[in-house]
């Protein structure tokens, strides 16, 4: 292996991420500290911010344990400056994703963009019953997990094998481009890519023109909805699963090649030490993705799904995104898009919340913890 | 005095929203209005320049194939004030430059104001208009809305964004624009909500706004189809060799089978009752021949993947033989094609109806387009756009229709032997059709440049004439209650889903069946009360 010796663990490696300009010596003091997380050396938790090594120290040499022995206002104080840092982002959160979130009362609402929110009459829950009750809905629901459910199996695993390929080739130039080549559709629109698959999978496309030039009768794979299920994750794939790696690359970069010298040292085989050494070390990376995923599982390709209803029909490419647009903005039923939109975010955090806890009952750090 | 103006128009209708009819009680906020009474109705005073070569018959656009000498100034001077305002319009076709436009800055110069255009493409039009409306700061000065775009609740929206041209244009107020004037009444009705002008109509020649259009050069020695059954043979024989028969061909379906216009959709069944469009034997039936045609393979691929935006690029490139479209389309193509390739032709299919049954026509609404003007404190502003739509509705014959729609001599057409224009490479690039989206004349059948066309198609929209009825409630624009405003909707999904073989007539009995119980029975009602309003005050809604 080519890697330079990296430190135990880089910002990828650890989801929080929050460790970056503290010295080593530090960081093994608060490992110390904290023991039953961090777990072999790697990955520790790095969840408390921007402590003064001095002080770090202190309290470590001091008790051992104890970290909540300063006030409030002395971490106030001594945060000063990074709270200071974090206030635009905090504004622009404000403004832009608080500020507008206010607008969904119109889901309680007889809502009319023309009259107003101040002016539409307050309905109660006459939308969210609207809602539950619309099978339409509820046939969008279905498609939506189903369409997550089969990407979770035959989408999510494909970037950490190509990760794992990937990292076993050795030369670095080969690498980057095989990289750079499967990186490069990501940058395609979704027009392009359903556009592109249209040319040559499509009715008057590609394969069966040359089909028929040779006197076979040709299929249609963007019209039919049997088949669509494979079609849209096979258009995922070719799009996104080479951006996908990156993460997992990063992720693998920050083994130490030591570990797999002592364990050929050992006698353990390929196999063996990718499933001791490579993948537990990229397991919470792939756990951190996947409970974000399951944040999103509610949201499968809004302008993919669009861009091909019409081809193989709403029965089985109508999801939440798109039935809401459809509801909402092309119908004018604004109230009751917003009712449904509500209840797919409320879902989606809640999923996130489980599969966070999930984690931490696994010993996995998820996507946060609370100090 | 409510109750008298009622009395004076046949399509004054007042109706209690929840229940009950109203009857001419003082305005409270339960009562609507759905058509034009007899004294807001702008007088018609038609001009008669020119005499057509193929004179209309009951409505239908006249034809001309010469250009007369001299052309008549129908405006003295620029009739603008200097204003600039912005104007949003769609376009079928590739959108042309707005900045350093000649063709753009020359029509605005003679005007007088600048109407600076945002144009949208016409395939998604609708989509875009639901987001802008709901935003009405954002909305442009004067903004086209095609009829088959308005959005649900625009009934509200002309209310709150859009401003009321009543008091400018009922009655003989009109006669100050002598060109607005000359647009039937017809075409106001269709630009009028809450019982006022709101609109400035594009208005639509009486007969079959779209039909099926065919590639004459390529299918020249083939006869024509006469009934339903061998126009899926037509289509069949021209599907091979990376050609297919047809584009969809729904616009034809619903001639052939005189399935009800989708707005307001519903006519007297024979019981006395309302029956509404997908209740009718008529859809049933286009539906089936739709399916027909879908299952012979005569239909192109992409077109079967619902891509319709590419429709015309298909049809001109020779792959489908057939394409159904709004028949402004025709012109278009021609003028695009002829100059690289002079033997591109292209002609309308015949009309016939199914089983030797006459077709039947509904009357469409008399403006195909709308234009708004946004509301201002400012009245100088309206009538300085009204002002324009003076100008661009001049009539055929006066130096402002050239202009508008030929550009300029020398830089966007040069004036042919025989007088008439031959566009240059430059008309190509900028005079792209966004003023007649905003207002027009009386509809012309006037493309002397394309004498061959003209003939063919006034010929035909004459010959078809005597198929022409108004549907039910023709003239008025019903607001139905919010909460009925998307049960049809699932219709629209399910003809696709039906004709392609994804669902069966089954399907149909059951979304028929769950549109009455999700409000269509309500609907019903709220449309037998409006229909009771009509005939009980001695006036016909229909024919």
Redesign the interface.
């Known amino acids: 292996m080519s890697h330079p010796s990296t430190p135990p663990a880089g910002p990828t490696a650890t989801p929080s991420g929050r460790r970056e300009g503290r010295a080593d010596g530090v960081l093994e003091i608060e490992l110390a500290a904290h023991a039953p997380q961090g777990r072999d050396g790697e990955a520790p938790s790095g969840r408390r911010r921007g402590w003064r090594p001095g002080r770090v120290r202190e309290v470590a040499t001091h008790n051992g344990v104890v970290m909540n022995t300063i006030t409030w206002r002395d971490r106030l104080r001594r945060d000063k400056t990074l709270l200071v840092m974090t206030l635009p982002a905090v504004g622009l959160l404000v403004l832009f994703a608080y500020v507008p979130m206010l607008g969904n009362v119109i889901a309680w609402q007889?809502y009319?963009?023309?009259?107003g929110i101040a002016d539409s009459p307050f309905i109660g829950w006459d939308n969210f019953v609207r809602v539950f009750s619309n099978?339409?809905f509820l046939h969008a629901v279905g498609n939506t997990l189903l369409i997550t459910g089969f990407q979770l199996v035959f989408f999510f695993p494909i970037p950490i094998m190509l990760a794992l390929l990937l990292n076993s080739v050795v030369t670095p130039a080969l690498r980057t481009s095989i990289q750079s080549i499967i990186y490069l559709p990501h940058f395609f629109s979704w027009v392009l890519v359903v556009t592109i698959f249209?040319q040559i999978f499509?009715?008057?496309?590609l394969v069966?023109?040359l089909l028929?030039q040779a006197g076979y009768t040709g299929f249609?794979l963007?019209?039919n909805?049997d088949t669509f299920l494979v079609l849209v994750t096979s258009q995922a794939v070719w799009k996104d699963a080479g951006w996908g790696i990156i993460i997992f690359l990063a992720a693998l970069a920050t083994v130490d090649p030591a570990h797999y010298e002592a364990s050929a040292m050992d006698g353990a085989g390929r196999w063996r030490r990718m499933w001791h050494i490579t993948l537990p070390a990229i397991r919470p990376t792939i756990i951190l993705l996947l409970i974000l995923r399951l944040g999103d599982a509610l949201t499968v390709g809004f302008e993919q799904l669009i861009l091909?209803?019409?081809?193989?029909?709403?029965?089985v490419a109508e999801v939440i995104d798109t039935y809401v647009y459809?509801?909402g903005?092309?119908?004018?039923?604004?109230a009751f898009a917003a009712a449904a939109g509500l209840v797919k975010g409320v879902v989606s955090l809640l999923l996130v919340l489980g599969a966070n806890k999930l984690a931490h009952v696994f010993g996995e750090d998820g996507v946060y913890r609370k100090s | 005095m409510v109750t008298a103006v009622a009395a004076l128009s046949s399509v004054a209708v007042l109706a209690a929203c929840g229940g009950g009819g109203g009857t001419g009680n003082a305005g409270g906020d339960g009562e609507a209005v759905y058509a034009l009474s007899a004294e807001d109705t702008p007088n018609y005073v038609p001009l008669d320049l020119v005499e057509a070569d193929f004179p209309g018959v009951d409505g239908s656009a006249p034809g001309f194939t010469s250009i007369p000498d001299p052309l008549v100034a129908a405006v003295d001077s620029p009739p603008g004030s200097g204003g600039s305002y912005t104007a949003m319009t769609p376009l079928w076709g590739t959108i042309p430059p707005t900045d350093g436009n000649a063709y753009f800055d020359a029509v605005n110069e003679a005007i007088g104001t600048t109407i600076n255009f945002q144009i949208s493409d016409g395939n998604t039009y609708?989509?875009k208009m639901?987001?802008v409306?709901?935003?009405?700061r954002d909305v442009a000065d004067w903004t086209t809305i095609p009829s088959w775009n308005v959005?649900?609740?625009f009934n509200?929206?002309v209310?709150?964004?859009f401003a009321d041209l009543t008091p400018l244009l009922a009655g003989d107020a009109i006669e100050a624009y002598p060109n607005l004037a000359n647009i039937p009444t017809e075409a106001w009705q269709a630009c009028s909500w809450n019982g006022k002008i709101y609109g400035l109509p594009m208005p639509v020649e009486v007969g079959l706004t779209d039909y099926a259009l065919y590639r004459a050069d390529l299918v020249a020695d083939q006869a024509l189809p006469t009934t339903p059954e061998e126009l899926i043979e037509f289509a069949e024989a021209n599907t091979g060799d990376?050609a297919?028969g047809a584009n969809d061909l729904w616009a034809v379906a619903t001639a052939m089978f005189g399935v009800l216009p989708s707005q307001p959709g519903w006519e007297v069944g024979d019981d006395g009752a309302l029956v509404h469009r997908v209740e009718t034997p008529e859809y049933r039936a286009a539906l089936e021949w739709m399916t027909e045609l879908y299952s012979s393979g005569a239909v192109?691929?992409?077109a079967?993947?619902?891509?319709q935006g590419d429709a015309g690029t298909r049809f001109e490139g020779g792959?489908v033989v057939m394409t159904s479209t709004g028949l402004g389309y025709w012109h278009e193509a021609l003028t695009r094609n002829r100059p690289a390739n002079p033997d591109f032709d292209i002609d309308v299919l015949p009309l016939f109806g199914a089983d030797g049954a006459d077709p039947v026509i509904y009357k469409p609404k008399g403006a195909a387009m709308c234009s708004f003007l946004k509301q201002t404190e400012d009245e100088a502003q309206l009538t300085e756009l009204l002002e324009v739509a003076n100008f661009l509705a001049a009539p055929f014959g006066t130096e402002e229709f050239q202009l508008i729609n030929y550009g300029v001599e020398g830089v966007h057409y040069d004036l042919g032997a025989d007088g008439l224009p031959v566009a240059t490479t430059q008309a190509q690039q900028e005079v792209q059709p966004s003023y007649i989206f905003l207002t027009g004349p009386p509809a012309v059948n006037a493309k002397p440049d394309l004498p061959d066309y003209v003939e063919k198609r006034s010929t035909w929209a004459a010959a078809n004439a005597e198929f022409v009825t108004e549907p039910l409630f023709y003239g008025m624009n019903i607001a139905e209650p919010?909460q009925y405003?998307?049960i049809g909707?699932?219709f629209a999904?399910l003809e696709?889903?039906i004709v392609?073989g994804?669902?069966s007539m089954a399907d149909l009995d059951a979304a028929i069946e769950?549109w009455r119980s999700a409000g269509g029975e309500e609907l019903r009602t709220f449309y037998t009360e409006i229909y009771e309003g009509l005939e009980s005050e001695g006036g016909s809604a229909s024919s």
């Open positions: 007889d009319s963009p023309y009259v099978p339409q249209q499509g009715g008057a496309g069966n023109r028929a249609d963007m019209t909805p091909q209803r019409g081809a193989v029909g709403p029965g459809y509801q903005v092309v119908n004018g039923d604004w | 609708g989509d639901a987001a409306l709901a935003s009405p959005p649900p609740r509200d929206a209310e709150s964004i990376g297919w192109h691929p992409d079967v993947a619902d891509n792959q919010n405003a998307s909707q699932p999904d696709k889903d392609r994804r669902a769950t």
